[in-house]
């Protein structure tokens, strides 16, 4: 769908005129409220990426952010997902991540920018030449959660680029625009786990996720107006086959690996 972050890394070091410290050393909180309240002082597009993506940096009283903005007027039409969604299903993606408590996907909003409403997301400061190819091995726990959250979500596009390595160390997760179709979408690089059994700390994480979209909880009320009501219906469903086979799946018959797989 998308190029890497690693792309859209070197592409904003190389190849434009605005420089800013990534992150200033700023905590997560700090991030999130500049990622949904921070002025917008620049926006720059990028030129790697099928949809339209730009830089922003953000400023406020907190200090200053990158985020990769990504504008609903600027996705491209698929014949699969519905058009003008896609920002939509980045947020989407965030706060089912919040709400395992695996907070693995950059901090996350949906805000107006210089070219309309879209997904404005952290710009993860991360080693561009790192990816799921190169780290997997080392880092299971938190590719586990990474796989098991593509399931549930339908990810139809986890490709190794989208697995960051953070300049501390950290894992990460991007690019989600690509998920909770409500049809068999799966499609990732993250087979390694397979017929494997999930720990009973992921199925708990499951589970109490599972709690959260009951039909007056907030999460389900604030997904309702993200994603259409067959597709959390098919999210629930799906929740409920992983937490009754207990085991990472296997790839199904067909193509399920996204080229290119970096």
């Known amino acids: 769908m998308t190029h890497t972050h690693g792309h859209y890394e070197r592409s904003f070091q190389q190849g434009t005129s605005h420089q800013v410290k990534p992150s200033q050393n700023l905590d997560i ?3 999130s409220f500049l990622i949904k309240e921070g002025e917008v002082t620049h926006c720059e ?3 790697w990426g099928s949809n339209y993506t730009y830089v922003l ?3 406020g009283k907190l200090g200053q952010c990158l985020a990769l903005y990504k504008p609903r007027r600027g996705e491209r039409t698929l014949w699969d997902f519905p058009s003008g ?4 299903r980045e947020y989407a993606s965030y706060l089912i991540s919040e709400a395992l408590g695996w907070s693995f996907i950059p901090p996350t909003a949906i805000r107006e920018g210089p070219h309309g409403i879209g997904s404005v ?3 993860v400061p991360s080693l561009p030449e790192e990816n799921y190819f190169t780290f997997g091995r080392e880092r299971v726990p938190e590719l586990q959660r990474i796989a098991l959250f593509d399931v549930i979500a339908n990810n139809a596009d986890r490709k190794a680029g989208h697995c960051l390595l953070e300049l501390d ?3 990460w997760g991007i690019d989600h625009g690509l998920t909770f179709h409500a049809l068999p979408k799966l499609r990732t690089v993250i087979w390694d786990f397979s017929g494997q059994s999930i720990s009973s700390s992921l199925l708990q994480d499951l589970k ?3 709690a959260q979209l009951g039909n007056s909880e907030p999460l389900f009320k604030e997904l309702s107006e993200l994603l259409d009501s067959s597709e959390i219906e098919a999210l629930q469903r799906r929740i409920d086959m992983v937490l009754e086979a207990a085991v990472f799946p296997f790839p199904g018959p067909g193509r ?3 080229w290119p797989p970096i």
Request: hydrophobic letters at 50%.
């Open 85 to 88: 969604t896609l920002y939509r």
């Open 29 to 31: 909180a700090s991030l």
């Open 208 to 210: 109490t996720l599972r």
């Open 57 to 59: 940096t953000l400023a």
């Open 256 to 258: 399920h690996i996204p």
């Open 45 to 47: 597009p990028l030129a």
């Open 169 to 171: 160390g950290k894992v």
């Open 121 to 123: 997301q952290w710009f």
